[in-house]
């Protein structure tokens, strides 16, 4: 551990170049039994760390003299073994920015010492006494400040903006210059573990130590410091002006949750949340830029900062607006309002004419289909994200099978194994199904979009998160409010129902795909393009728009299209993976044929009946050219069958299916029965 790094209050770790503007504090602050450097460093076997994305900040320049706290020496890494992420790969994400950690004494053996007073008060206090000394000047007066706390230092960070809200000194200019605080793993509503750790102070009083456990009983479940801090912190959050996100933990320690789900979030509903796939103590490790957790972290930080420019960044007049008209207490919604106005956001968009088609494709017989995942196909391989692609083009001939094959897709379990592979987070199917001859939404991209972010914000028991779609309603609450205030100012419009507009629709569809946090994981099935009913250049804008969003590390796609090859279909997915259905369904079309005749007309058939089956069903197979429409034969055949095999007449039995082939190609592809 590096000695230059002060165990207790403030110290400099990176600063801007003194050619960069330096317009943000970035501080970090550890917790329980956490050290300001050993917390955020990383460690681990040289070959697990690229050392080509740690940079050095050997470079950095200050002035020495206007600090009042003795600054660390900035070095090149001692080891690549280890990663101290604050110095040695967050000031290559945000070079204007000057990064500092803090530190206070909660190790276990200031706790257990004898005398020991402090508590969550006492560091807050401290914390907000050393950051107003460092920014005693004017121009550090006006620099936005952000909080990036770990456990206990959360509750330490969310008492001292409290505290410097209701101050008349000068720590009372900490709150204005807030921007935003990231919480990792912090138990805003309590942890079990504190009752383990009060126990284990409890225990050694028996050996004659004193030791204070003030602060084990304020993290404890139901705590009355942590209730009062949550209702202070309320309020500042109710002026709109600190935007927060909080993380919470996906591993357990020993065997242990320390911070469970439901302690890890405020319920703030402006308040975004993510999740990172580490215990309580490594998700403020992180390796490289590479690292998921980084990615996240550096994705909320880059739309906080793109806030810093814009005028009048340090109050959101969105968040008042909706806040102060419902009258909520401290500008929280807890659980109660906010479930309310989630499910009356689902059945505003619940239309279940809009999965009618799904429901009515009838399901692949039999064996059909198994050949999809075959390797030569590229489907598997596009699913398991090895082709990197985001779309992948199914088309075929009218009566082909596509929509039948698109149902079979989604509901396979292999569909999602091989996902899974892609990315081991939770993925969301979702799906819709043109349909030129059925109503309105079923044939437009309002419709489609509708139907989308209704199955994203219902409750998705396949994808075992129950709460994501709560989680992606607070990114589109916004939205929602406006579309529902649009309405009311409509006099003319008397409905309980709200009325979402395409450009509602897509917007909110965008906003989650852009700017969640959480892992959220989406193979989109879209089956029929040729049966929307609209510009087909104007559907295809609005799924390729869906792709840009990747660049959001929180967010990937596949998108799998279906539809008749026509020019304009072609054009659009000519770079991405596909294939001609048509071109691997002949086994298929054997098979059902085959077995369909047998087991409908057994009774039927004679001696020269039963001959006469395998050249028939040649001839169906030829003449079908992958094309299921033929199945539809098999309805008719069985009212001559009778008469048809006894005959063994080869010019009748021909003449009938050439004639059938002329009525196939006239039928349109809703007619199919696949």
């Known amino acids: 551990m590096d000695a230059t790094i002060s165990l207790g209050g403030l110290t400099i770790v990176a600063e801007p170049s003194k050619h960069e503007e330096h317009n943000v504090d970035i501080i970090f602050v550890h917790g329980l039994c956490g050290h300001p450097e050993g917390t955020w460093t990383w460690s681990g076997p040289v070959e697990q760390l690229n050392a080509s994305n740690v940079q050095s900040s050997s470079t950095t320049n200050t002035d020495r003299n206007s600090r009042p706290y003795k600054k660390r020496r900035v070095s090149p890494l001692r080891s690549s073994r ?75 960070v969310k008492d001292a903006l409290s505290r410097s809200k209701n101050e008349t000194t000068w720590i009372n200019e900490i709150l204005p210059a807030a921007l935003g605080v990231i919480f990792l793993g912090t138990p805003h509503h309590g942890s079990q573990a504190a009752s383990l750790g009060k126990k284990m102070a409890m225990l050694s009083k028996i050996f004659g130590l004193d030791a204070n456990t003030k602060i084990l009983r304020a993290l404890e479940k139901g705590s009355e410091s942590l209730e009062r801090i949550t209702r202070a912190f309320g309020q500042v959050l109710g002026s709109g002006q600190v935007r927060i996100h909080s993380c919470q933990e996906e591993l357990k320690t020993n065997g242990c949750m320390i911070v469970d789900t439901g302690s890890s979030y405020i319920g703030y509903l402006h308040e975004t949340t993510g999740t ?29 900062f793109d806030d810093v420019d814009k005028p009048d960044s340090r109050r959101s007049t969105s968040v008042i607006a909706e806040i102060q008209p419902r009258q909520l207490p401290d500008g929280l919604i807890f659980d109660k309002v906010f479930s309310r106005e989630w499910q009356e956001c689902v059945n505003s968009l619940d239309d279940p004419e809009a999965r009618a088609r799904i429901q009515n494709v009838k399901a692949a017989y039999g064996d059909t289909y198994n050949w999809l995942f075959e ?98 309603f607070t990114i589109v609450y916004s939205i929602y409010a406006n579309v529902k205030r649009t309405q009311r100012s409509q006099r003319e419009v008397q409905s309980t129902k709200t009325y979402w507009t395409q450009d509602s629709l897509q917007k909110a569809i965008q906003a989650i795909a852009s700017k969640t946090t959480h892992p959220l994981n989406l193979c989109l099935f879209v089956d029929a393009l040729d049966e929307h009913n609209g510009n087909h250049r104007e559907l295809i804008s609005t799924l390729t ?16 299209v279906a539809g008749r090859p026509e020019n304009v279909f072609k054009g659009a997915f000519r770079e991405y993976p596909g294939f001609a259905i048509h071109s691997y369904t002949t086994m298929d079309i054997r098979h059902y044929t085959e077995d369909r005749i047998h087991k409908e007309n057994v009774n039927l058939l004679t001696d020269n009946g039963e001959e006469g089956l395998i050249s028939l069903v040649d001839d169906i197979v030829t003449k079908a050219h992958g094309v299921f429409l033929w199945v539809r034969i098999l309805r008719v055949l069985s009212f001559y069958f009778g008469g048809f095999f006894e005959s063994n007449d080869t010019c009748r039995r021909n003449s009938y299916i050439r004639h059938m082939s002329l009525a196939a190609s006239r039928l349109p592809e809703s007619d199919i029965a696949d």
């Open 82 to 156: 280890e990663v101290f992420w604050p110095r040695d790969l967050l000031p290559d994400a945000f070079p204007k920015a000057r990064v500092m950690t803090w530190g206070y004494k909660v190790a276990l053996d200031d706790i257990l010492k004898p005398n020991s007073k402090d508590s969550i008060f006492h560091h807050a206090g401290a914390l907000l006494s050393d950051l107003a000394l460092l920014r005693h000047q004017e121009a550090d007066k006006r620099r936005r400040l952000i909080f990036i706390a770990h456990s206990l230092g959360g509750i330490v």
């Open 375 to 472: 390797d030569e196909i590229g489907f598997s391989k596009w699913l398991a994200g090895k082709d990197t692609r985001p779309i992948h083009w199914i088309y075929g001939k009218p009566g082909s099978g596509k929509s039948t094959l698109m149902k079979y897709a989604m509901g396979n379990a292999q569909t999602m194994s091989l996902l899974q592979g892609h990315d081991s987070h939770p993925w969301k199917i979702a799906g819709f199904f043109f349909h030129d001859r059925g109503t309105q939404v079923q044939k437009s991209i309002e419709g489609f979009l509708r139907e989308i972010l209704y199955q994203l914000l219902r409750h998705d028991e396949q994808s075992g998160n129950l709460d994501q779609g709560q989680e992606l």
């Open 276 to 304: 990172i796939h580490a215990d309580h103590r490594n998700m403020c490790k992180f390796s490289s830029p590479t690292d998921r957790g980084y990615q996240q972290i550096i994705a909320v930080l880059q739309r906080w």
């Open 545 to 560: 728009s869906l792709t840009q969003f990747e660049a959001n590390c929180a967010f990937r796609l596949r998108l799998c």
